[in-house]
């Protein structure tokens, strides 16, 4: 057996096994069968949540739009399913979130796709339309993005959390009291509306359930190196703004991103 080193920059030189073709392939065969477990199970648990309740949404939320005033109803644009994307970004705030940013450049070359699948994506933030609509202008993305400041809509979907909420040391977070450090939090929440017009809740996921938006780390999973992360808290650390990477591969931390907590 030989071994062969790859240096990995977060957690130093790794000495991996270097076999025959034939070994290769019966290793790589067996590890297939695990695979496919995991795909079964996967595609388990989505029936299973597609099988989940759904709830009524009672309050008439009101967003500001590019085109003016909208219900929630509205952001359906005559689809029958809604996906919201809950984007941490804060009144006032120079920019979004690094990790909801990475989120969100998945989203533009997903759309059309969506699209034809009765599904409409939209990014919901609380800062005021004007901060939404200069940081994606600097981003360039091209997806529908709204504001939810004049509404209960963030607090109400458990991703925003006032300072008597972020006083009391806990706030009420992927379904359970926890401390977090900021007052907004990232989240996905789908919906479905009915030919009467009747919008139901269909499902929510924080946390690390939010990865499923961020396909470029499953690229990475299929690498040697994986994520490449370092041990710390809050692995993220090293995401940038598109617009922001250094020259070198990897830039240096520049401290913990505002949603550091990703259990």
Request: hydrophobic share 35%; with cysteine.
């Amino acid at each position: 057996m030989n071994t062969v080193t790859i240096t990995n920059q977060t957690s130093g030189p790794t000495n991996h096994r270097v076999v025959s073709s034939e070994q290769w392939l019966a290793e790589r065969k067996a590890f297939l069968a695990r695979e496919k477990e995991l795909t079964q199970l996967r595609d388990q648990i989505a029936r299973e949540r597609r099988a989940l309740p759904w709830e009524r949404v009672r309050k008439n939320y009101v967003f500001d739009t590019p085109d003016g005033k909208r219900t929630l109803a509205d952001l359906f644009e005559g689809r029958s399913q809604l996906l919201v994307q809950h984007f941490m970004l804060g009144p006032g705030w120079e920019q979004g979130c690094q990790s909801c940013s990475f989120m969100a450049d998945h989203t533009d070359g997903m759309n059309v796709h969506l699209a034809h699948r009765d599904i409409t994506l939209v990014a919901v933030s609380r800062a005021p339309l004007a901060e939404i609509e200069r940081f994606r202008e600097r981003m360039g993305w091209q997806f529908r993005w709204v504001s939810s400041n004049e509404s209960d809509f963030n607090g109400d979907f458990h991703v925003s959390f006032g300072p008597g909420e972020l006083a009391a040391g806990e706030v009420y977070y992927n379904y359970g009291l926890q401390p977090f450090p900021h007052g907004e939090a990232p989240g996905l929440s789908a919906f479905c509306r009915n030919d009467a017009g009747e919008v139901f809740h269909t499902y929510s996921t924080f946390g690390r359930g939010v990865e499923v938006m961020m396909g470029a780390y499953n690229l990475m999973d299929l690498m040697p190196k994986g994520r490449d992360e370092r041990e710390v808290p809050y692995k993220m650390e090293w995401v940038r703004h598109h617009d922001r990477y250094e020259s070198q591969a990897q830039a240096p931390a520049i401290g913990a991103c505002c949603c550091e907590k990703r259990a």
